[in-house]
């Protein structure tokens, strides 16, 4: 008997290895399938397609069980997310759908620029239709069908799902005359598509056929089409920014989900491998997003989510969380806590956001803690519904971080990203004082034009450097919007010529010093800067961290004539000009003393307001000029921030 068990057991080890190396021979080699890939379109070739049929299943994605299962959806209702998601559901049953808007506001939004007059209308309209579908499932009392049923009918019934202001100026979408599909198009298509996989005969008949040929129309066709010809209508699927990895995984998503043919899904899965080899290479090799904090969490955490649902359609066999190159995605999954400057802060280069502690979904940190080693949030949020049945179906993966045991919170003391130029020197006095400075190049996402700019943080205070972004307002991505310049930002300014923009426009590290007591960085920012007669422009850093730390900034320029130089103070910090070379910067709970000396002339303060009205980071932004009085041909200004205890 003992020994029929023994070979029983044997017999059972075998089997299992056989199967794991089976499943391991069919898994996607997504390095080998990108080397086969068309370099002109990204509509997979014929050698991808054989390679996906050995890894594709043939039915339809189920994101999860339908209504139907009140196994599943009675485990749901017993959790404490389940019940809080009922009851926000239930808060919102009396609510109006706001869309469709009506054409003449979709023609002002999109003349105007103005997304305050729709925007949040499609957003709170999708919300809580999500809302009523899976608080349904849950609840299943039918209370929220009428409501699904109108919310749904009001989406179907517009003409187009794009956010205005990305139609073009002659309105194509919203006219008929081409199909495209945007941020917000992918959402909308994200939760009909929820509506009808989840709820199926509980939606009436010609509900669920207007859901299934809209969004084969409006997503899948518009999708497989621009992969085959790279045309305008989806000009993100092959670009670098949060654009792709979020319109992707939206688009994914709907066509596993909805599409009958089996190709079709096929194909917009093997497209989505390619885009993402485009979405990927906009990070440096070293993880660094140049978009900020607020679109790595929102551009990578649309990656992770469309990893999510591939690796789940496909019982792991294609798996993006491993991709092409593992070391990469590692270091760009940990790029938050190395991003961080100190306290929460951290720098708001570009469009990007300035404190860690947002209030968005956090779905990115959460899978990069399981994937990618990084330090796992102490709360779990999420902004759609798709990341909400995701953790549902993984809840222990799900489950906040309630201990900081064998995860290392204490930041090291500098950070330097070599790809982009962008380091973090980080002070470690009792209130700490740290400044992050980037090099960079004139044509990175969201780019500011800001080769040199820096961000000075003093405990928790920004004090001075980088202002951030203007708001998405009308204007907002015009190059002569001043915060968006290098007007803007804390960078010299010569002949009243300011940097120019291109990748070619970038600075240069020439040196680098990191040590406990000190840390020095020298770029050259010479090439960001289109004038013949300038010889050098240098920019050098110096952070003594001894006591209470003294940091410097000094910009050291030859010209081969004489030019008008000036460099700049931007900050939000109340001010006070002490003396002639003085100032005191207040800022919310912390002061610095700011010291100018120069050489080859004598500079003066020219503060003025930031003439943008709507400023993410706050109100009230100043630029205080510092500039020679007279033109020269070589000087230096130097900026010396000391902290006031």
């Keep these: 008997m003992k020994l029929n068990q023994l070979l029983y057991t044997l017999f059972v080890i075998v089997l299992l290895t056989s199967c794991k190396k089976e499943q391991s021979n069919n898994s996607l080699d997504i390095k080998a399938y990108l080397e086969v890939?068309?370099?002109?379109?990204?509509?997979?070739?014929?050698?991808?397609?054989?390679?996906?049929?050995?890894?594709?299943?043939?039915?339809?994605?189920?994101?999860?069980?339908e209504i139907t299962d009140r196994t599943y959806w009675g485990r749901i209702a017993a959790t404490s997310s389940g019940k809080a998601y009922v009851e926000k559901a239930i808060s919102l049953l009396p609510k109006a759908p706001e869309v469709p808007i009506t054409d003449e506001i979709y023609r002002r939004a999109n003349k105007e620029g103005n997304r305050q007059i729709y925007k949040p209308r499609y957003y709170r309209t999708m919300d809580r239709l999500e809302h009523f579908i899976l608080a349904e499932c849950i609840e299943n009392k039918g209370q929220f069908i009428p409501q699904i049923h109108t919310y749904s009918k009001a989406i179907l019934d517009m003409k187009s799902w794009l956010h205005p202001n990305h139609d073009d100026k002659d309105n194509t979408v919203l006219e008929g005359k081409r199909m495209s599909i945007d941020l917000g198009a992918r959402k909308f298509g994200a939760v009909l598509i929820l509506a009808k996989s989840l709820l199926g005969d509980v939606l009436s008949k010609p509900m669920q056929s207007q859901i299934t040929a809209e969004l084969q129309r409006r997503i899948t066709d518009s999708y497989l089409k621009s992969c085959k010809e790279l045309d305008k209508s989806n000009h993100w699927i092959n670009g670098t920014s949060n654009w792709n990895s979020v319109c992707t995984s939206g688009t994914v998503f709907v066509s596993i989900t909805n599409a009958q043919n089996a190709d079709e899904r096929l194909a917009a899965i093997g497209s989505a491998i390619n885009s993402m080899k485009y979405y990927l290479s906009g990070f440096g090799d070293d993880g660094y997003c140049s978009e900020g904090l607020g679109y790595w969490g929102y551009g990578?955490?649309?990656?992770?989510?469309?990893?999510?649902?591939?690796?789940?359609?496909?019982?792991?066999?294609?798996?993006?969380?491993?991709?092409?190159?593992?070391?990469?995605?590692?270091?760009?999954?940990?790029?938050?806590?190395?991003?961080?400057?100190?306290?929460?802060?951290?720098?708001?280069?570009?469009?990007?956001?300035?404190?860690?502690?947002?209030?968005?979904?956090?779905?990115?940190?959460?899978?990069?803690?399981?994937?990618?080693?990084?330090?796992?949030?102490?709360e779990i949020r999420f902004e759609e519904a798709v990341e909400q049945i995701i953790a549902w179906n993984n809840p222990e993966l799900f489950s906040p971080n309630t201990s900081e045991n064998n995860q290392n919170s204490t930041l090291e003391n500098h950070t330097y990203f070599e790809d982009f130029g962008m380091i973090i020197s980080r002070g470690k006095q009792k209130t700490p004082f740290s400044i992050a400075i980037k090099a960079g190049h004139n044509a990175e996402n969201h780019n500011h034009s800001d080769v040199g700019t820096y961000t000075l943080v003093l405990d928790k205070d920004l004090i001075s450097g980088d202002i951030g972004a203007p708001s998405y307002t009308a204007g907002a991505f015009s190059p002569h919007n001043k915060a968006r310049s290098s007007w803007g930002h804390p960078v010299p300014k010569i002949n009243n010529k300011l940097q120019s923009n291109g990748i070619q426009f970038k600075g240069e590290i020439l040196e680098t010093v990191f040590k406990d007591s000190m840390d020095k960085v020298v770029m050259n920012l010479k090439p960001a800067y289109e004038l013949s007669m300038l010889e050098s422009l240098t920019r050098t850093m110096i952070n003594d961290k001894f006591?209470?730390?003294?940091?410097?900034?000094?910009?050291?320029?030859?010209?081969?004539?004489?030019?008008?130089?000036?460099?700049?103070?931007?900050?939000?910090?109340?001010?006070?000009?002490?003396?002639?070379?003085?100032?005191?910067?207040?800022?919310?709970?912390?002061?610095?003393?700011?010291?100018?000396?120069?050489?080859?002339?004598?500079?003066?303060?020219?503060?003025?307001?930031v003439p943008v009205k709507y400023l993410r980071e706050g109100k009230d932004a100043k630029r205080i000029g510092i500039d020679f009085e007279n033109a020269l041909k070589e000087g230096s200004i130097t900026i010396i921030y000391t902290p006031i205890h």
Excluded: W
Excluded at 38 to 51: G, N, S, V
Excluded at 554 to 583: H, P, Q, W
């Design 37 to 65: 890939a068309d370099q002109k379109e990204l509509y997979p070739t014929e050698a991808q397609i054989e390679m996906l049929k050995k890894v594709m299943p043939k039915e339809v994605f189920q994101p999860a069980p």
């Design 547 to 609: 006591e209470n730390g003294i940091i410097t900034i000094k910009d050291d320029f030859v010209a081969s004539e004489k030019v008008d130089f000036g460099t700049a103070i931007m900050t939000y910090s109340n001010y006070e000009v002490i003396n002639a070379t003085t100032l005191i910067l207040t800022g919310k709970n912390q002061k610095v003393k700011v010291e100018i000396k120069s050489t080859g002339g004598k500079v003066v303060f020219n503060p003025e307001p």
């Design 300 to 378: 990578f955490g649309h990656y992770m989510y469309l990893a999510q649902i591939i690796f789940e359609y496909t019982d792991g066999r294609i798996n993006l969380f491993e991709g092409e190159d593992f070391e990469k995605l590692k270091r760009v999954g940990n790029f938050p806590e190395h991003f961080e400057i100190q306290n929460g802060t951290c720098a708001p280069f570009a469009d990007g956001v300035s404190h860690t502690s947002s209030k968005g979904s956090n779905f990115a940190n959460v899978l990069s803690s399981k994937y990618y080693g990084a330090k796992k949030p102490n």
